[in-house]
Each structure stands twice: as structure tokens, then as C-alpha cells.
């Protein structure tokens, strides 16, 4: 976060021009505001699936196979791809006869569940699918190739897991030459740029909160010491990490208001560095400094969640349920092995 040694010569140049004027709260926020009214500008939605998964002609049908399960992922509280009763060679062969039963982790489903249905082709689906849902789903099919043959029957087994989006936020820090350490001034002005700053993403449901200010005496190069403030912020979805439900309509799908967030941060910062360039008056004590700027995109899971690539391919950046023998107690990123735990979604090893 070093600036160049001509970037720290000039605001050197600039902090001489500083050297007894005054500062006021009220001038902190006349500068502050002019960039908030100047930073209101729209930007437009972009449309992006799930981060990491891979929407092909599978995911919206998805056959078995008589070797090993297969695995099929469902976003939470969303509907799930038709899940058939057939391996591949199969689906585009001629049945006799045939007859499905689909047995899941609390029993047989008959087609009138609410929850989970069976088609009159035999097809499973979730309608809201929940986490408890999770879980092995076993179809036995019985069918005739011809009608003079016997009847064949075969077992088919599919892991279906709950996933949802990860807790993504950025974190971002950023660096203002300051007032004494020890200045009121500088508490003052730390909780405006709070506002402001929560103010800019309020109509994105975006959520801004500070985790560390401290202020620092930094050794300029060829120009003594001066005060500078060291902030660092992170900037999240309200509803990804306090609601109960993920948001879905594509109009306040967290990334994308996460993204148009992020883009009204940086052109607040960059406005106030035009702003400073075109001052001709001494700047004021308090002033972003140029270039300190540094944002950081962070993923993390929900507890009872976690991301391994090895293990879903199909879905390596997707929050999976994590299987009996594993939890995640925490905002953490991975399910963490607990040969004790037997449940599906497992927030603690017990």
C-alpha cells in the first residue's frame, strides 16, 4: 500500500500548502457531500448465474447410472431439475410396461407430495427444496425391452444436495492524511464518511461496516512526518447474510448489486481525487490520499455449508450441504471432517 516516492513528494507539496489553515467538522462535510451528490450516477445490471455452475442440458435433466450415484444439486427454496428414472442408454430406448417407485431419505414418495413428485414418467422433482431434503434417493424401475421378454428391473441411486451462493462481500481499505492522532476532528470525520458511504449503497440493500480505523505518524520521504488514517471497511448484502431465504430475482441478486456497490465506492474515491486537482485554495486537513484505495473480493459459506471442487466438479465454486461426516460451524469456506456427525448440514461436530 506504499505510494511511488513522486506520489508521496507531492502530497509533501500539498501538506506545505496546509501548514495553517484551519479545519472544521463543517468543512469535512461540505467536501464529503459534494462527492456523494456527484457519485449518483446509475450503473447498469449485468445477468449472471450462480458463480461456478455449470448450467448445461444435464442440470435440467439429469439420468442415473448402474455404477455408483449420481450427484444432483439444488439451489435452496428453488425448484429441481427433472431427475429421471432412466440411465442414459435408456432415456432414448422404447419401455414396455414400465413402473417407477422412488424412495427417498424419509421413505416412499408418492406423487401427491407437496415437496417432492413424481411425474407419470417417472421423473422426481423438489418443489422449495429445503435443506432437510437432503439426501440418497433411490428409483426402482421395472420394464419389458420387447413385449415377448421378461421383466427387468434396476436400481438407480442419486445423491441430491442442497446448495446456495456463497456469503460473498469485498472488503476495502483506504488511507486519509489526517489531524493530530489525538483530534476530535478525525472521530468526527470517521463517522461521516460512515454515513455517506452507507448511504451510497443503502438502495442496493447493501450493508457498510467498518472493522478497523486507526491513525498512524508516517515518516514522509523528504518531508518529515504527517498523520494519515488508516480505514478498512467491508461492504455486504443485507439480505445474503441476515435473510433467511437467498434473494433470486435478478433485479437484487446479491452479486450484481455487490458489483454496482463496489463501482459507486470507486468513483467516490476517484471523484475526490478531481476534486483535490482542481482546488486552488489550501486543501483541507483531512483528504483522501491519492492511490490508497485496495479492495479484496471474499467468499465465504454459510454454517452447514462449504465448497470443495474435488468432490462437487459440477459445482466447485457453489456453498454445498455438507454430507454426514463433516460440518461447518462458522462463516468458513470448507466442511471440516466429524466422523461423529450423521446428518446432512451439520453446523457443529457432536
Known amino acids: 500500500m506504499e505510494a511511488s516516492a513522486p506520489g508521496r513528494a507531492w502530497r509533501g507539496r500539498r501538506r506545505a500548502r496546509v501548514a495553517g489553515s484551519g479545519v472544521t467538522p463543517a468543512a469535512i462535510l461540505l467536501l464529503l457531500s459534494v462527492f456523494l451528490m456527484r ?10 448465474l450462480p458463480r461456478g455452475f455449470r448450467l448445461t442440458q444435464e442440470t435440467v435433466k439429469i439420468v442415473g447410472s448402474p455404477y455408483s450415484p449420481v450427484s444432483v444439486y439444488v439451489m435452496l427454496h428453488q425448484k429441481s431439475p427433472h431427475v429421471l428414472c432412466v440411465t442414459k442408454r435408456l432415456r432414448n430406448a422404447e419401455l414396455i410396461d414400465p413402473s417407477f417407485q422412488w424412495h427417498g431419505p424419509k ?11 413424481v411425474t407419470s414418467t ?6 422449495n427444496f429445503d435443506e432437510s431434503m437432503s439426501g440418497v434417493y433411490t428409483c426402482f424401475l421395472e420394464y419389458k425391452p420387447t413385449v415377448e421378454e421378461i421383466v427387468k428391473s434396476l436400481e438407480l441411486k442419486y445423491i441430491v444436495y442442497a446448495f446456495r451462493e456463497p456469503h460473498f462481500y469485498y472488503q476495502f481499505t483506504v488511507r486519509y492524511h489526517a489531524a493530530p492522532c489525538n483530534s476530535i476532528y478525525n472521530i468526527s470525520f470517521e463517522k461521516k464518511l460512515l454515513q455517506i458511504l452507507s448511504k451510497l449503497v443503502l438502495d442496493l440493500s447493501c450493508e457498510i461496516a467498518l472493522l478497523k ?3 498512524h505518524r508516517v515518516k514522509m520521504q523528504r518531508a518529515g512526518l504527517q498523520n494519515e488514517l488508516f480505514f478498512t471497511f467491508s461492504i455486504s448484502s443485507l439480505d445474503t447474510e441476515k435473510g433467511s431465504k437467498p434473494c433470486t430475482d435478478h433485479q437484487c441478486e446479491s452479486s450484481r448489486r455487490l ?6 465506492i470507486e468513483r467516490f474515491f476517484n471523484q475526490q481525487v478531481e476534486a483535490i486537482g482542481r482546488r ?3 486543501l483541507p486537513e483531512i483528504y483522501y490520499i491519492e492511490g490508497t484505495l485496495q479492495m479484496v473480493w471474499i467468499n465465504r459459506c454459510f454454517p452447514g455449508y462449504g465448497m470443495n471442487v474435488l468432490k462437487h466438479p459440477k459445482c466447485p465454486e457453489c456453498c454445498v450441504i455438507c454430507s454426514p461426516g463433516s460440518y461447518n460451524p462458522r462463516d ?19
Do not use: D, M, W
Open 39 to 48: 457519485s449518483s450516477r446509475s450503473v447498469e445490471y449485468f445477468v449472471r
Open 107 to 117: 421413505g416412499k414418495i408418492i406423487s401427491e407430495n407437496s415437496t417432492a413428485q
Open 122 to 127: 417417472g421423473s422426481l422433482v423438489f418443489q
Open 213 to 215: 480505523s486507526e491513525c
Open 259 to 264: 458489483s454496482k456497490a463496489k463501482t459507486l
Open 280 to 282: 486552488s485554495e489550501p
Open 332 to 350: 468458513g469456506t470448507h466442511c471440516l471432517q466429524c466422523n461423529s456427525s450423521l446428518v446432512y448440514g451439520a453446523k457443529a461436530c457432536v
